[in-house]
């Protein structure tokens, strides 16, 4: 069993920086990556960015590459989403999510453990 607990989440101008937290705790070292996810009001969950456990890659959705950074603290045992230059498009509650093995990490499905994620607005 992994807990997954996001802090950080809140209003932001256009053009401002939020920094989300995502805290794992449990059974935590057989973690094949964690990945961060967001959904808007009616639209359905989408991929953000992931950061695996072995060797620490990671990817980018495409609206965010460039703006956004995924990290983390192995001393803490979390993973950060440094966001910047933040549009009104990134406004949704982004998620975080550990997944294991050789999971195809866009896909939210193959994610086992949620956390129960934090509102991010972005005003114009």
């Known amino acids: 069993q992994v807990q997954l607990v996001e802090s950080g989440g809140g209003t932001v101008q256009a053009g401002g920086s939020l920094r989300l937290s995502c805290a794992v705790s449990?059974?935590?070292?057989?973690?094949?990556?964690i990945g961060w996810f967001r959904q808007a009001p009616g639209k359905e969950r989408e991929f953000v960015a992931v950061?695996?456990?072995?060797?620490?890659?990671?990817l980018y959705a495409d609206p965010v590459k460039g703006r956004f950074t995924i990290y983390r603290d192995n001393a803490k045992n979390t993973v950060y989403l440094q966001m910047n230059t933040l549009k009104p498009d990134d406004t949704a509650v982004y998620y975080c999510?550990?997944?294991?093995?050789?999971?195809?990490?866009?896909?939210?499905?193959?994610?086992?453990?949620w956390g129960q994620g934090t509102q991010v607005t972005v005003s114009s």
């Open positions: 999510a550990a997944g294991y093995g050789g999971l195809v990490v866009r896909i939210a499905g193959n994610y086992d453990y």
């Open positions: 449990g059974r935590a070292f057989s973690v094949s990556a």
């Open positions: 950061i695996r456990g072995s060797g620490g890659s990671t």
